[in-house]
């Protein structure tokens, strides 16, 4: 469920800490930089995750805004609310430039919208029979008269 969630906006900051397709035996996960660290794999040159292309865990470990820390809210979210494990899923017919769906959970209902570009979305949440924020991890995100300002690569639970 939380690939849907999963949207960041720094292209450096891979989500598995490292740059390029699974199917590419050139990747590794970027552990420290210079390949300090004694996780660091090395019986393969890496190629697509270097120094000058992904910033490494241990850089990204005390950057509040980072995509490590960004992810780890979320998973923190989903363990903590059964809804986000559980629920019914339901797709929203949104923009293409947002993807949305609702989860319910007996008398409980979440809607979820993520801006998949890296640009700033408006939406107005009429429609969604929602009126305020309930999770996000820009906390700067509010919802205002009725509508809500997504930015670049950002994710919202609404309700």
Do not use: C
């Not at 906390?139 to 008269?145: A, R, Y």
């Amino acid at each position: 469920m939380f690939v849907h969630l999963l949207y960041h906006h720094n292209p450096k900051e891979m989500v598995h800490g490292y740059l390029g397709l699974v199917s590419d035996q050139t990747y590794q996960f970027h552990w420290d930089y210079d390949g300090k660290a004694s996780e660091q794999t090395l019986w393969i040159e890496p190629v697509n995750s270097t120094d000058e292309t992904v910033i490494p865990l241990s850089a990204q470990i005390d950057d509040a805004k980072s995509t490590y820390n960004y992810f780890k809210y979320w998973v923190h979210l989903r363990n903590e609310h059964e809804i986000l494990r559980t629920g019914e899923l339901q797709a929203l017919s949104l923009p293409e430039s947002l993807l949305g769906y609702e989860r319910t959970n007996i008398d409980v209902r979440w809607v979820i919208i993520h801006n998949l570009t890296g640009d700033a979305q408006s939406l107005v949440l009429d429609s969604l029979n929602v009126t305020k924020k309930i999770y996000a991890f820009d906390q700067q995100l509010e919802v205002i008269d009725g509508s809500l300002e997504l930015p670049p690569y950002s994710s919202v639970i609404l309700q």
